[in-house]
């Protein structure tokens, strides 16, 4: 993903973005050296330079000119987290409940989006976590894996290649191309791709497509067993 957009997810413009990161190349400038280097007209510049300091992304030297200078990127992204975080929270608490909750079948549409709910169903698992993954994204999946192993949860991972999980049982095993599977608890679970482009997965806490696919992870773990490729 471009400078441009991982920016955006902090809260930047295009514009604040590419002025952002000219004044991390070229170091302090006045708005006039900014709209030269980024061809931003001189009052887009003066408007996206005063949003960037009101978003902490950026500092102002007062003189004879005004001068910019851009916050370290490890600070700025620290202090947008801990506001996020905060937000977060505060929406947490004050946000009505549902009336209801919905016990059909979701699409989830999208990489990240697939990623996201995986990732927030495994760190919401009491008992037990049975995945099937593809090698490709271990690592997005490692955090909340090892989290859950450390909370004393059984945790059983099917994969194509050697993964370094300790404390987790492990089976390795080919595996359709981005394909993930996931019980939790035996409550809820998502099936689907995971590659990149149009992914697509199904989620759902309903109790036949649970011991269905229960039945499915079950069957794929005795097959690994009688071939004696456990790990």
């Not at 957009?5 to 190349?25: D, H, K, M, R, V």
């Not at 059909?104 to 976590?129: C, F, P, S, V």
């Amino acid at each position: 993903m471009p400078l441009i957009q991982w920016l955006n997810q902090f809260g930047l413009t295009n514009q604040e973005a590419s002025i952002y990161i000219t004044l991390q190349t070229e170091g302090v400038l006045t708005g006039y050296e900014v709209s030269k280097l980024t061809g931003i007209s001189r009052s887009n510049a003066y408007t996206s330079l005063a949003n960037l300091t009101e978003k902490g992304a950026a500092n102002l030297i007062e003189g004879e000119k005004k001068l910019y200078v851009s916050v370290p990127i490890e600070d700025f992204c620290a202090s947008r987290i801990r506001r996020l975080q905060k937000t977060g929270e505060e929406l947490c608490r004050n946000m009505p409940a549902r009336k209801e909750e919905y016990q059909g079948y979701l699409t989830i549409q999208g990489r990240e989006n697939i990623i996201d709910t995986t990732i927030n169903m495994i760190l919401k698992a009491e008992q037990r976590i049975y995945l099937s993954l593809p090698e490709t994204i271990k690592d997005e999946l490692k955090e909340p894996l090892l989290s859950a192993i450390e909370k004393g949860l059984k945790v059983v991972i099917i994969t194509d290649r050697t993964v370094d999980f300790p404390g987790a049982i492990v089976y390795e095993t080919e595996k359709a191309l981005e394909e993930i599977r996931l019980i939790t608890d035996s409550r809820e679970v998502i099936t689907g791709d995971v590659a990149d482009g149009t992914s697509t997965s199904l989620y759902s806490s309903k109790r036949n497509l649970v011991q269905l696919l229960k039945e499915s992870l079950t069957n794929e773990i005795e097959l690994i067993r009688i071939r004696g490729v456990k790990k």
